[in-house]
């Protein structure tokens, strides 16, 4: 094919960026400048030093109101657990401005002001930016110009982002710290009616739960911000109270339903491999929770392992039979993705002297992803170790992550082991949180390879690792309490 002389690929250039001009002035866009586009600046501006402890105290009152009219009598808690939320959002969100500028939240953020001042400036076109999915084929021919300069337009669960930033910098003045407290304002109620929920399932674990939903550090600090994160942990939560609502309550079932979709659809568009690793491991706590009722142990166990074959003779007929290529295609492009991140994020790491770490080679195969099962689970839950972390902010990492560690070894210890496995097996509730541990912690931690990644990627399977863990807790303490009361 003949090279095309540059005098050519000038008047190419001219003429399609004449195209995007005219495009920009016909849909009557904003003419953004190089600094709006800009990602890498400092976004956070003077006024908001105004803006913050106005809007603080606004929404801890209304949000207070809202609990005490539902009757909540946890207050002091929920103060406690809402300025944790706003802390963590305002330290993150000024991390990544002043501390290392640039990274996903302002990304995020620039974009969502950007559609945000589209939609003030043509609403029209602003709502059709609203209802693009994020896709390549989502886009329309006349919206390509526009989302030319964004930073993630594309793929679709970086836009979802980008729209839910853009809606709610409606309500405070495009303030990037306003925003991130919004953000965390709508993730602490998702995050206290799972804590309600979970209390009202065992209430003998009152008084640990706060420590598993709220008191965790990187829960306060990456489940708060602008980010994908903060969305994944609050759908995460609420799609576990519409499934208990549904199956074990039976309460306004359509409305649960509704609600509970609608969270699988965001678990879904941003992080499908949570979805994936909490559907499967959830659904085997609903079908065992129906054979505990029966006091007969070895009738318990011959149910849930008839329950268990079952499942596993259905999903094998599942991909062999009904959808082999649909849903084989699905997993391995789960596998694909998680890979190629992983690899591209230890990558990055490794370039600039970051905290990577090695789990050995990792192919995107099912039995690969089965290999590295232990070391991507002791990853994902117990590391970066004390001596690992090169970073200032990479110590709080390593001291949360110890803690956890001795926390599972108090446990395995005073649960005698053999009691730790036991109730495993035995409680159908303890079995799912086992299970999407274990599966949860597989796909991060072969996607992470980075230990900065790492700790946010983590942060949905924390809540139910510890919830299993002071659960075991507690039933062994019982069990203990009962064998050494006396005869009466």
């Not at 009616?193 to 550090?217: D, G, M, S």
């Not at 007929?317 to 998680?338: F, M, R, T, W």
Request: aromatic share 16%.
């Amino acid at each position: 094919m003949p090279e095309i002389p540059h005098i050519e690929i000038c008047i190419i250039r001219c003429k399609k960026q004449s195209y995007y001009i005219c495009q920009m002035v016909f849909l009557n866009i904003p003419n953004f400048t190089a600094h709006d586009y800009d990602f890498q600046r400092n976004m956070l501006e003077y006024y908001e030093i105004l803006l913050v402890p106005i809007y603080w105290f606004i929404l801890t009152k209304i949000t207070i109101r809202i609990l005490e009219k539902r009757g909540d009598t946890e207050i002091a808690l929920a103060k406690k657990g809402l300025h944790l939320k706003f802390i963590g959002a305002v330290v993150g969100t000024a991390l990544f401005n002043l501390y290392y500028p640039g990274g996903d939240t302002t990304d995020y953020y620039n974009d969502g002001r950007l559609l945000n001042s589209i939609f003030l400036h043509d609403p029209i076109v602003g709502l059709k930016m609203f209802w693009a999915g994020g896709n390549e084929d989502s886009w329309s021919e006349s919206l390509r110009p526009i989302i030319e300069n964004f930073r993630f337009a594309i793929p679709a669960n970086t836009w979802l982002v980008c729209k839910f930033a853009a809606f709610l910098e409606f309500f405070c003045f495009r303030s990037m710290l306003v925003t991130t407290m919004l953000f965390a304002n709508i993730s602490f109620f998702c995050l206290w009616r799972f804590y309600k929920k979970i209390n009202e399932i065992f209430p003998q674990i009152k008084k640990y739960t706060p420590w598993a939903i709220f008191y965790v550090p990187s829960l306060v600090l990456w489940g708060s911000g602008i980010l994908k994160d903060t969305i994944c942990i609050s759908a995460l939560a609420i799609l576990f109270v519409s499934i208990h609502q549904i199956f074990f309550k039976k309460e306004k079932g359509f409305k649960w339903l509704i609600i509970g979709l609608y969270c699988g659809y965001l678990l879904a568009v941003i992080k499908s491999y949570i979805l994936l690793s909490f559907g499967g491991s959830i659904m085997i706590w609903v079908m065992f929770s129906f054979v505990e009722g029966n006091k007969n142990l070895f009738i318990q166990l011959f149910a849930k392992m008839v329950i268990s074959i079952v499942l596993l003779i259905v999903f094998i007929i599942g991909i062999s039979k009904v959808g082999a290529d649909i849903i084989q295609s699905q997993i391995e492009d789960i596998l694909i993705q998680s890979t190629m991140t992983g690899q591209y994020l230890k990558w990055v790491s490794e370039k600039n002297d970051g905290s990577a770490y090695d789990i050995g080679t990792v192919d995107a195969t099912i039995g690969s992803f089965v290999s590295k099962t232990p070391a991507a689970v002791n990853v994902t839950l117990f590391r970066p170790y004390l001596w690992e972390s090169r970073k200032p902010i990479m110590l709080f990492s390593a001291l949360e992550s110890t803690a956890i560690l001795l926390l599972f070894l108090y446990v395995l210890f005073k649960s005698r082991i053999y009691k730790f496995f036991t109730l495993i097996i035995s409680n159908s509730f303890i079995t799912f949180c086992f299970i999407y541990t274990v599966i949860f912690g597989t796909f991060v931690g072969i996607s992470s390879f980075n230990f900065g990644t790492l700790v946010r990627y983590k942060i949905p399977c924390l809540p139910f690792f510890l919830i299993m863990l002071f659960l075991i807790l507690t039933e062994s303490k019982k069990k203990r309490s009962l064998i050494s009361q006396p005869a009466q």
